[in-house]
């Protein structure tokens, strides 16, 4: 960058003196004989710093440096005179007009050192300029920027609206339908196709969720709600939903809470519920023999909060170590291969990241090849009052147990349950061992109370077992207790010829158990069965007596909710749209009104909120207590995004359901609104 120089003097003598002393410092040197002659050089070059003499024929040195201070401020103003102009050279200074001041004759090292500082503060003062510029350039990119990319996530937010209502929308016809259709007289040969189709559909909706809930995390939309629930049933929840494709495929599973776990927390039940439905899902899918076992553990415990670790352990295909790295990222599974043999988006590990670390955990896998894999993710969660833990009375903690199960990850957590409570555990891995067992105790005077049987042994299944130990004359009676595969039906008769007093569910719930030995206290009389709905008998069908009004413009989701409705015993009528919804219920009174929320014209919102106003309007006009005629409107979306359940609560509704609809959602909604009446009674 070249420096330049201004010099201005009316005597030439001094200029070419001031030019020789600056020679040798590499200085663009420019000469004015007056001011005037001055301010045109100004015009024409970037000076960088000014020298000007004060007394000078025409405009004198303080004149010039206000008129170029004014027009051209940049360059740094620096006067040279005699002792007599330092009263007008210091007001100039004052004013701003002079950066310096320096006093006739001059010091030639001195005068060179401040024409180099000048030349400094000229160059610091540009720099600066320019910083500022590219700074402010810099904050306007940066709101330009801000401003597209609140653009861009509100048009994915929409994005994602649109699309979850236009996914859903039809997989609420193929579902519903479906649901409907199972529910008719259907040859095997049919009941077999629409169980493909359910089976493909329900595939297909966990797909879609998976990249909606995906798109969702991408778009800084997952919120996390905090509400208290039981995190033993959720678990148990989840094991009971994955229970019946664990049994397809042969293999064990298995739940294990240990007793440093509370039951009672506060957090977002529906994430948790995600994450392992996703890791177990996954487990189950990479398993063909063995067992998938869920572990949940107390860490640690501070205050009012609990750090639990989650764990999922598979005997499947395992991982090796150079995939782990990568099966957390978006569509990736472990190999390209692994996708087309097993099938899924290969965002399931990446959403169940996402969602442990906005919950503040950690996830992770520890894995061998061929042998298995244990993914773990650890949550700190706000705990509650637990209540008392339930205890056995002393009557039924003196009956001896005989736990009759090969699977060892199974009989660890029924002898946990049992331990808990006091009761003595006796251990057989096969129906041999427990006839064995059980003539012991009976030979020793110690008899065996209840025997857990699983209906899969190694020997002989569980009703050859009950039917042996009935038999056989060196058994004490008992009551034989048959565990057999979530979903599987047996036959009643087979089971009362075998001498089987109940059964119980795979995964087991804790709270089963419990309730089956209350329930067996008082049997000392093995063979009458204890009614059960897993052997094969007419299943009762309940049935709701109130008017259900359903506004929704799709016509194939109309038949769909009008069907499983109907089927529930419900007096169904149909508004198209929400203007023809208010005409209806302007003169007829509905017990519950499922309210579609995109609808043309006149949305759900909107719809809800008159229906609201008229509502006040009649309390007014009849002096009644607010709400004391409000219809229970319960929004139905196919939008299933974070904070549409808030939302419609906040236009006025009661409860909300996400398409598509089924017969549990509509009945467990029905549960709450309206009086249930069951066959042979009322509820």
């Given at each position: ?57 025409g405009m004198t040195g303080v004149e010039f440096m206000s008129i ?128 493909a189709v359910r089976t493909s559909g329900n595939l297909l909706l ?367 009528d149909i508004a198209s749209t929400g203007r023809e919804a208010l ?101």
């Amino acid at each position: 960058m070249v420096r330049t120089l201004l010099l201005v003097d009316d005597e030439e003598n001094i200029l070419s003196s001031l030019s020789r002393v600056l020679s040798n410092d590499g200085y663009k040197i420019l000469t004015a004989s007056s001011a005037r002659v001055a301010l045109e050089l100004l015009k024409e070059n970037d000076v960088g710093v000014i020298l000007s003499d004060q007394c000078m024929p025409g405009m004198t040195g303080v004149e010039f440096m206000s008129i170029a201070k004014e027009l051209y401020p940049d360059p740094v103003r620096i006067m040279l005179s005699g002792y007599a102009d330092i009263k007008a050279v210091t007001e100039a200074i004052n004013q701003g007009s002079i950066y310096k001041f320096l006093i006739k004759p001059c010091d030639n090292e001195n005068f060179r050192n401040n024409i180099r500082d000048a030349f400094e503060q000229f160059e610091l003062k540009r720099e600066n300029e320019r910083l500022t510029k590219e700074l402010v350039l810099t904050n306007k990119q940066l709101d330009e920027a801000l401003i597209k990319a609140n653009e861009t996530t509100r048009a994915k937010s929409e994005f994602l609206a649109n699309m979850s209502h236009e996914l859903r929308t039809p997989m609420n016809g193929v579902l519903g339908m479906t649901e409907l259709l199972l529910e008719t007289t259907l040859s095997p040969e049919q009941l077999e196709y629409i169980e493909a189709v359910r089976t493909s559909g329900n595939l297909l909706l966990g797909n879609i969720n998976d990249i909606l809930d995906f798109s969702k995390a991408e778009a800084g939309k997952l919120v996390l709600e905090e509400t208290e629930f039981n995190l033993r049933r959720v678990i148990d929840e989840v094991a009971e939903l994955l229970a019946i494709q664990a049994h397809n495929k042969g293999i064990e599973l298995v739940s294990l809470i240990e007793r440093n776990v509370p039951e009672n927390i506060c957090g977002d039940p529906t994430r948790l519920r995600q994450i392992l439905t996703n890791l177990i899902s996954n487990a189950i899918k990479f398993t063909s023999q063995g067992e998938v076992a869920i572990n949940v553990n107390s860490v640690e415990e501070v205050n009012d909060s609990v750090l639990l670790r989650f764990e999922v352990r598979d005997t499947g295909i395992g991982v090796s170590e150079d995939e782990r790295g990568k099966i957390f990222d978006s569509f990736s599974q472990a190999n390209g291969s692994t996708t087309r043999v097993y099938g899924g988006t290969g965002l399931g590990l990446a959403i169940c990241q996402q969602l442990v670390t906005t919950m503040g955990g950690d996830i992770g896998v520890e894995s061998t090849e061929g042998i298995g894999s244990t993914f773990w993710f650890t949550v700190r969660i706000k705990t509650i009052t637990d209540s008392e833990t339930r205890m056995l009375d002393t009557e039924s903690r003196n009956y001896r147990v005989l736990i009759v199960d090969d699977n060892e990850t199974a009989r660890t957590a029924l002898r946990q349950y049992l331990d808990s409570w006091g009761v003595s555990v006796g251990i057989a891995r096969d129906g041999s061992e427990a006839l064995e067992r059980l003539k012991m105790a009976s030979k020793s005077n110690q008899p065996y109370k209840i025997a857990l049987i699983d209906m899969i042994l190694p020997d002989m299944d569980g009703l050859e077992l009950a039917r042996e130990i009935m038999i056989d004359q060196g058994v004490s009676p008992i009551q034989a207790v048959l565990m057999i595969p979530f979903g599987q039906r047996g036959s009643r008769d087979d089971a009362e010829a075998a001498g089987v007093t109940t059964y119980l569910t795979k995964p087991l719930r804790q709270s089963n158990l419990y309730d089956c030995i209350v329930k067996l206290q008082g049997k000392e009389k093995a063979g009458e069965l204890i009614e059960g709905n897993s052997f094969s008998q007419q299943e009762v069908k309940s049935l709701f007596s109130g008017r259900v009004l359903v506004v929704e413009d799709n016509i194939v989701n109309q038949k769909v909710a009008h069907g499983i409705l109907k089927n529930l015993g419900a007096e169904v009528d149909i508004a198209s749209t929400g203007r023809e919804a208010l005409d209806i219920l302007s003169d007829e009174y509905y017990d519950v009104v499922f309210m579609d929320v995109q609808m043309p014209e006149l949305d759900g919102f909107e719809t809800t909120r008159i229906i609201r106003e008229r509502e006040a309007e009649k309390d007014d006009l009849r002096g009644n207590n607010k709400n004391s005629h409000r219809i229970k409107v319960v929004a139905m979306t196919a939008n299933a995004m974070q904070g549409d359940r808030e939302k419609c609560l906040a236009a006025g509704m009661d409860d909300y359901i996400s398409k598509p609809v089924s017969k549990n959602g509509f009945t467990e909604i029905l549960n709450r609104f309206i009086k249930e009446k069951i066959h042979g009674g009322n509820k």
